[in-house]
């Protein structure tokens, strides 16, 4: 699947464009704060009904302007679809394909498989446990509606639990345990998933690093789960106490993290920032490969600020990488468009550049 052509109307800084894309690679060269990341923050969307950098819809709409518009067109083979997201300010967002609104946004989640990577993927290792777990969701639910609604089911059952530790004048027996009992039934599903997703992601994830790096550096990559470690009912039973103490809920699978390795020590702690862009790099390819495999469709890519932080021959062999045959659409910024310009000529593919200055975007001659 790829997008044909993009139309935006008062998204961010972008107050109008009309856009026709290439297949293969896009590139967008300007500044920084020309809006770049909110022109693919803008095709994110459409795939996640969502802002990758902003969860407040009411914020993407251009300051002055009462509404936002992205309306797009994608192919894949033969058959063309469209999507159109709109929003009025102090009003609900409305998604359609094709024309017909959907009743639930979850719907299209999946849809229009895409992988963005960007600055911000730092939080995956400089944050805490919340990221990382938050993308193993994003990963999985796009492609299995079953984990989705379990994970849902969980966190609903999560905030009764935690409402029932405050309340101290409250306190049956029967609704512990029919809490903990509904929250170990999907833990039990979510475990599962998350662990088969991990043992068939790492491989492919290793490789790519490999592949980035030359082979320099080992790094790996872990689950770590409380019900690895035994049944989850007595696990939140013997922990009642504690949690009454603290107010929350402190055992179960929204503890759950990845441990992430360089040379067998947190990458946290010894990753140099190239080190630790290309580990993200490969992570994010990795997510590529396994939402291709596990779909029906190529996903997306998008590669915000690809250049910064990496030496010049991890660039070229990330670009050889995804000018392959296996990757599909790409879209690219950058700051500098001497940066790429030869190395996507190099590559024989299909590819179109476009210029970003102040909210406005023009193609340019390749």
């Not at 029967?174 to 809490?179: D, G, P, R």
């Not at 296996?326 to 910024?333: K, M």
Request: aromatic content about 10%; proline content about 2%.
């Amino acid at each position: 699947m790829y997008l044909t052509n993009l139309s935006i109307i008062n998204f961010k800084n972008i107050r109008e464009a009309e856009l026709s894309f290439s297949p293969g690679i896009n590139c967008f060269f300007g500044k920084n704060g020309e809006g770049k990341t909110n022109l693919l923050d803008a095709i994110y969307y459409l795939s996640f009904c969502k802002s990758h950098s902003n969860p407040v819809d009411s914020q993407n709409i251009t300051h002055d302007a009462d509404f936002f518009v992205l309306q797009a067109h994608y192919k894949e083979k033969e058959v063309q679809e469209e999507i159109y997201c709109g929003m009025k300010r102090k009003q609900k967002k409305t998604f359609k394909r094709n024309k017909k609104e959907y009743e639930r946004l979850s719907e299209h989640i999946g849809r229009i498989p895409l992988v963005l990577i960007s600055p911000s993927d730092e939080e995956l290792i400089r944050e805490g446990s919340d990221e990382r777990r938050r993308f193993m969701d994003m990963v999985i639910s796009q492609y299995d509606h079953a984990y989705m609604d379990a994970l849902m089911s969980y966190n609903k059952t999560l905030q009764q639990r935690n409402a029932l530790l405050k309340n101290e004048a409250f306190k049956d027996e029967s609704l512990w345990a029919m809490y903990e009992e509904m929250m170990t039934a999907d833990a039990e599903v979510i475990f599962q998933k998350r662990a088969a997703f991990i043992t068939d992601f790492t491989p492919v994830f290793e490789s790519f690093y490999q592949n980035i790096s030359g082979g320099k550096e080992c790094i790996e990559l872990n689950y770590s789960s409380h019900l690895s470690e035994g049944n989850l009912t007595t696990k939140l039973f013997n922990s009642r106490q504690r949690d009454e103490i603290l107010g929350y809920t402190t055992v179960g699978i929204h503890k759950d993290d990845l441990i992430m390795e360089l040379d067998g020590h947190p990458i946290k702690r010894v990753g140099s920032q190239g080190q630790n862009k290309s580990y993200l790099i490969a992570l994010k390819l990795a997510q590529f490969d396994f939402l291709k495999k596990a779909g029906k469709s190529t996903p997306i890519l998008l590669l915000d600020d690809l250049f910064d932080k990496l030496d010049a021959t991890r660039v070229e062999r990330i670009i050889n990488l995804v000018a392959g045959k296996e990757f599909g659409q790409i879209f690219i910024t950058d700051t500098n468009r001497e940066n790429s310009d030869h190395l996507l000529q190099r590559t024989g593919e299909d590819y179109r550049i476009f210029e970003v200055e102040d909210g406005q975007i023009e193609t340019m001659e390749s």
